[in-house]
DNA sequence: CGGCATCCGTGACGATACTG
DNA sequence: CAGTATCGTCACGGATGCCG
């Protein structure tokens, strides 16, 4: 564990950075928005960071008040990391960091690992500041997550693989599109339009993207 | 300069922290926002950084397309560093940083350094959000500064001293008012109310402010 | 004197190996 | 599966020196 290396400065911003300015912290925060998830999962998901780095963050993140340990009930009992609400409180940064990260998502390079759900801040912004609303599946080459658009504060604001119920629409897209909605080059009306969204389901949500 | 340490991850956010990650870069970009600053001016406001890792993170902002090195014209010919405009679209990322650090400012350590400048942005915030406008003059006991309320895009959205025409409003404040205020504990309005805040000009915004 | 470059000690990081 | 142990390397922080 880090022993507390800080900027000292009375300054807000300055606070932020001493609990989540670390190399992997907000990375780690990416992962965790989408619920709890098991250490090894966590290093799947982080290709480069090493297992005591891993270890290291997520004991300084439990200190801060950012995330807890918790043993999931038997079958299957393992530890998970899951965020506080504090932690939570974390996604408008994400965003903004997302957003202006965007222009640089331009070329893939050769050596990026690349997972599903990292376009799921992206796309949430994207879907939210067109007053969508619901449980959406978004299905790409890479794999599948889902959104909760719209139900800010209590629990995960997305997830790894399909939605657990019935969601009020799926998608189907590819990359490029969604780097492109998630940029705000492009709208998810105009994407449907184009015909570079598959949009399948009954919901209000399915039903408004369909007819636009 | 930094052999281009990068998480290498097709995310936008492990994008942007590729570039802004870095200890002491998102601190040198908040002063930057306050306008042109001279090496050794950054150096004074950002205690604890040591000269090399100050020099190489401005060569990195630079050849990252953040900055530039730029030299005054005579007289006081010296060199300033200034954002570019990618590097002042880090504003919504600094805000987001400043509005999840403000509840760990409660107390101030002993050992914490203070500017006045660095209330501008939090307080900027607040101001923008209750729908304020013009030029802004705040005296605190630590210093001064000015700000450029709803004047986003071109400029510097903030500057240290005095403001340098006659601002729309000039407001005294207290640290702990400027904190609160900056919180969203306390409005601007009821701040004034609770004389906590001394109004003076005669800008619309201070007569609106006033008349609250 | 402002604007760095150099040197050095310490600590953080990354890779691999290993253990309960 | 979930980390801990070890180790080489690199980044950071502090001091000092140099050069216009």
Redesign the interface.
């Known amino acids: 564990m880090s022993p507390r290396r ?14 989540v ?1 670390d ?1 992997w912290t ?2 780690i925060v ?1 992962e965790l928005l989408a619920g709890p998830r098991r250490y090894t999962d966590l290093h799947a998901d982080l ?2 960071v090493s297992t005591d780095v891993l270890a290291s963050r997520l004991k300084d993140m439990e200190r801060d008040g950012l995330a807890t340990r918790r043993r999931l009930p038997p079958p299957g009992a393992a530890y998970v990391y899951e965020l506080t609400g504090r932690g939570r ?2 996604l ?11 222009p ?2 331009g070329e ?2 050769p ?5 599903a759900h ?2 799921a ?2 796309l949430l912004r994207a879907l939210e500041g067109e007053g969508s609303a619901g449980l959406v599946e978004v299905r790409l080459d890479e794999g599948e997550f889902h959104l909760r658009v719209g139900e800010a504060g209590e629990g995960a604001v997305y997830g790894e693989g399909p939605a657990p119920v019935e969601p009020d629409a799926r998608l189907v897209l590819g990359v490029e599109t969604c ?1 492109a909605v ?1 940029q705000g080059e492009l709208s998810l009306p105009d994407a449907v339009r184009a015909g570079r969204v598959e949009v399948s389901g009954e919901g209000t949500l399915a039903k408004a993207l369909r007819e636009a």
Chains 1, 2 share one sequence.
């Open positions: 800080s900027y000292d400065q009375y300054c807000s911003a300055a606070r932020a950075l001493d609990l300015g190399r907000l990375l990416r290709p480069g409180e974390l408008p940064v994400l965003q903004a960091l997302g957003a202006w990260g965007a640089d998502l893939r390079r050596t990026d690992a690349v997972r990292w376009f801040l992206p780097t998630a």
